[in-house]
Nanobody, 125 residues
Framework: QVQLVESGGGLVQAGGSLMISCAASGRTISTLMMGWFRQVPGKEREFVASISWRGGATSYADSVKGRFTISRDNAKNTLYLQMNSLKPEDTAVYFC??????????????????WGQGTQVTVSS
């Protein structure tokens, strides 16, 4: 089993930056494809970004491309999401997810087995 715990969420002004983290335990993340999703109350969870085992390949939703950067430190068993130029529409609960079946990035939530509990990110206008 893999436990994922997100941290670093909070309140930030529009145009600001925030980095959120996802600490994994239970096994090494070095052979887990990992990703970030987000959800607003009343809406479906949506893909944000994903990253391959060694970090050499990434995938982003069009809405965050050029503003967000996903990265990983396998030695620290931690996944990161650096969010720049934040907009009020980025406000959501951000979830970390992982799966051992795929090496390359995936964007469908059904392709992820392990999920964290989420961290709230609020962007004020």
């Amino acid at each position: 089993q893999v436990q994922l715990v997100e941290s670093g969420g909070g309140l930030v002004q529009a145009g600001g930056s925030l980095m959120i983290s996802c600490a994994a335990s239970g096994r090494t993340i070095s052979t887990l494809m990992m990703g970030w999703f987000r959800q607003v109350p009343g809406k479906e969870r949506e893909f944000v970004a994903s990253i391959s085992w060694r970090g050499g390949a990434t995938s982003y939703a069009d809405s965050v491309k050029g503003r967000f950067t996903i990265s990983r430190d396998n030695a620290k068993n931690t996944l990161y999401l650096q969010m720049n130029s934040l907009k009020p529409e980025d406000t959501a609960v951000y979830f970390c997810a992982a799966d051992p079946r795929w090496e390359l990035p995936r964007s469908n939530e059904n392709e992820y087995t392990y999920w964290g509990q989420g961290t709230q990110v609020t962007v004020s206008s």
